[in-house]
């Protein structure tokens, strides 16, 4: 600790370059919180409406209350919206890793809902049609909201040591970007192996 406080007194602080980045949201027709973006949409509209071009979004749920939105944005500069029919919820899921182990592994992941809904038993039927056929783990993992490990009467809700770290490379140009931003690495899973070092398998 004591290196790293006399490396940072030496350093030289530089002028940082500073830019100006507008975003145009646009905005839930309810709570008036920000919903999502439409500079990128222009570039996309593939349909035409008396000359002028467009593209039609959504749903599109608030993040802040779950209201929907859709619409429709033109290329002369015009975005016209109208409520979505279902609502959002945010919902913590409890997953169970299915391996023959004494410990069960669980994860808790964010999950959502949405409203007006069907019965229970439908959106059970839903969940479990998600997340044990529909979606990579990928796309749940990066929602972890907890962990536990362990058996009935000797759980642990915090289960350092869990994993064992094996090694790291640098990510640019393994990886390609989700349409929500999100990053996943590419390649079989031999190729991901082999670039940390794993190549007898
Ligand atoms: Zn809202």
Not at 42 to 49: G, H, L, N
Not at 154 to 162: F, K, V, Y
């Given at each position: 600790m004591i290196l790293l406080k006399s490396q940072?007194?030496?350093m030289i602080l530089t002028p940082a370059t500073i830019i100006e980045k507008i975003q145009h949201h646009v905005c839930c027709l309810e709570c008036g919180a920000p919903v999502g973006t439409i500079d990128h949409l222009?570039?996309?509209?593939?349909?035409?409406?008396d000359g002028i071009d467009y593209v039609t979004w959504g749903p599109w749920y608030c993040d802040k209350c779950g209201a929907s939105i859709q619409g429709q944005t033109y290329t002369d500069g015009r975005t016209l919206v109208r409520p979505g029919k279902n609502r959002k919820e945010e919902r913590a899921v409890l997953l169970r890793y299915s391996t023959p182990m004494a410990d069960t592994f669980y994860l808790v992941v964010k999950g959502m809902r949405f409203h007006p809904s069907e019965s229970e038993e439908e959106e059970r039927k839903h969940d479990r049609y998600f997340y044990e056929e529909h979606t990579c783990p990928i796309n749940y993992?990066?929602?972890?909201?907890?962990?536990?490990?362990?058996?009935?009467?000797?759980?642990?809700?915090?289960?350092?040591?869990?994993?064992?770290?094996v090694g790291s490379v640098p990510l640019k140009g393994n990886e390609s970007v989700l349409g929500d931003g999100c990053r996943s690495i590419?390649?079989?899973?031999?190729?991901?192996?082999?670039?940390?070092?794993?190549e007898k398998l």
């Open positions: 940072t007194e030496t222009p570039e996309i509209a593939a349909s035409r409406e993992l990066r929602d972890t909201l907890g962990v536990i490990l362990g058996s009935p009467g000797d759980w642990d809700e915090d289960p350092h040591g869990l994993f064992e770290y590419t390649g079989t899973a031999e190729e991901v192996l082999q670039l940390f070092g794993m």
